[in-house]
């Protein structure tokens, strides 16, 4: 089974980026962040085309979640239910006994701001969310946009950066939390490389060319699906399209 995350930043915007991508690589779900689009918006008829599944919650201008996939996903939920108005940043489904968790974990934007922390408490509901509806021996794929570099080696700069709302000790606290109840870093099982990135910052001067890269966006399973995960890696081909997201795919492959 092969399953990706992709933040878009608007998925109408890079609509034509995501079906290329889709039709090229043919992953069983691809899971989608900061859609930008409310629900009567969502461009249903670009993934009826190309024959692909889809389940969404969104709001206009921001967040967003969304999965794509091959056959109907089953037991499909959204947001945390004691707090509704987080639904657009989490979207879960089941396929083939895999449930993949889709989320878009707040950015925080200073770490002395109330964004902040909510961004730590938003990690706390996630842990809890886990906690009561799955046991860490099921086959879960937490996927998405974290907004978390989890060590030195994700980010280009770890001595500039370090106190940054998705680089900083906090946060790698809360990230730790979640992984404690039985998550494995898919991709750093399988590449150890430095300088392995899925955001280069538009404000960047030549980001892509210098590689000041963060590895924000990440495929995280449970220990014995983690096993039989055969590879992990980011495409950055749509980083360099026209008109990209700041983000590019990362994807892993799985035995089944």
Not at 78 to 89: C, I, K, L, V, Y
Not at 106 to 113: F, I, T, V
Not at 187 to 198: D, L, P, S, V
Request: charged share 30%; proline share 4%.
């Amino acid at each position: 089974m092969k399953i990706a995350s992709f933040n878009v930043n608007s998925l109408r915007v890079r609509l034509g980026i995501v079906v290329n991508w889709l039709k090229e690589h043919k992953p069983d779900v691809l899971a989608v962040q900061e859609t930008k689009v409310q629900d009567c918006d969502f461009p249903r008829e670009a993934f009826d085309e190309i024959g692909y599944r889809y389940a969404f919650k969104g709001q206009k201008s921001y967040n967003g979640v969304a999965l794509f996939s091959k056959v109907e996903l089953k037991n499909v939920r959204t947001g945390f239910a004691e707090e509704p108005r987080d639904e657009s940043r989490l979207i879960a489904g089941e396929l083939d006994g895999i449930t993949i968790v889709n989320t878009y974990v707040p950015q925080g934007y200073l770490a002395e701001s109330a964004k902040f922390d909510y961004k730590l408490q938003w990690f706390d509901r996630l842990l809890s969310f886990f906690e009561r509806n799955f046991k860490s021996s099921d086959a879960v794929v937490w996927v998405g946009d974290l907004n978390v570099a989890p060590a030195a080696i994700d980010v280009y700069d770890p001595v500039g950066l370090a106190g940054h709302v998705c680089y900083h000790p906090e946060v790698h606290n809360a990230l730790a939390r979640v992984m404690e109840w039985g998550l494995r870093d898919v991709f750093r099982m399988h590449c150890k490389e430095t300088g392995q990135y899925t955001f280069w910052d538009y404000r960047a001067k030549d980001p892509l060319k210098r590689n000041l890269g963060w590895r924000l966006d990440h495929i995280m399973a449970t220990a014995e699906l983690a096993g039989k995960s055969t590879g992990c890696y980011i495409d950055r081909k749509p980083r360099v399209t026209d008109r990209p997201s700041d983000h590019t795919p990362v994807v892993a492959e799985f035995d089944r």
